[in-house]
């Protein structure tokens, strides 16, 4: 455990963050999860507003640092696709 003050503070400031940071994640992941349910059932609509929404989770997620500008661009890339493949 830490004794100096600053330390201590910056242990509760990286709990916070990471609070938030999981929240973002999984708000993104079941973004995903749903633009995969919507291509796996065929429906190109639905999985077209699915894609949008979760683009615009992930490139936030992005922004906010919580994941790395690549690894959004790849996630995005999958997601578009998966989505584009639908007869």
Avoid: P
Wanted: glycine content about 4%.
């Amino acid at each position: 455990m830490a004794n100096i003050k600053s330390a201590k503070k910056r242990i509760l400031v990286i709990e916070t963050k990471t609070l938030k940071n999981k929240i973002i994640r999984s708000k993104v992941k079941t973004l995903v999860k749903k633009v995969d349910a919507a291509v796996a059932a065929g429906d190109k609509d639905l999985a077209a507003k699915c894609l949008k929404d979760a683009t615009a989770a992930i490139d936030k997620a992005a922004a906010k640092g919580v994941y790395h500008k690549n690894t959004a661009a790849r996630k995005i890339s999958r997601l578009q696709v998966a989505v584009n493949g639908i007869a």
